[in-house]
């Protein structure tokens, strides 16, 4: 089944094992270059599939594309909901949680 439309959107699979957090975002300006970037990279990181949709669009988009989490134009106040399928999902989703939740470090220098 596919989910969504267009370039972005993700075919599913209905794996059993599928794990899901919501969470506000937070940060001053939501998800612009920099956390985009830093979010994509941490979940490339884990071997699951990582899906993501704002503001319960029911439009799931591929949480380790730069292009579909900045296209997806994440503001503060945004309610970011995530699910990941497969090995490491429930860690990947904690990862990514705790990630939004430190306001994507930010606050951390730059190098």
């Known amino acids: 089944m596919t989910h969504g439309q267009g370039a972005g959107a993700i075919n599913v699979n209905h794996d059993p094992i599928t794990h899901e957090v919501e969470i506000e975002v937070t940060h001053g300006v939501g998800l612009h270059a920099r956390p985009s970037v830093t979010f994509t990279r941490l979940a490339k990181s884990f071997a699951c599939v990582i899906e993501f949709e704002v503001n319960r669009s029911d439009l799931w988009l591929n949480g ?13 106040g945004s309610l970011l909901r995530m699910r990941a399928r497969g090995a490491g999902s429930k860690e990947a989703l904690n990862a990514l949680k705790a990630l939004v939740e430190r306001t994507f470090d930010e606050g951390k220098k730059h190098v």
Do not use: D, L, Q
């Not at 380790?64 to 503060?76: E, P, T, Y």
């Open 64 to 76: 380790k594309s730069i292009v579909n989490v900045m296209g997806a134009k994440i503001r503060k």
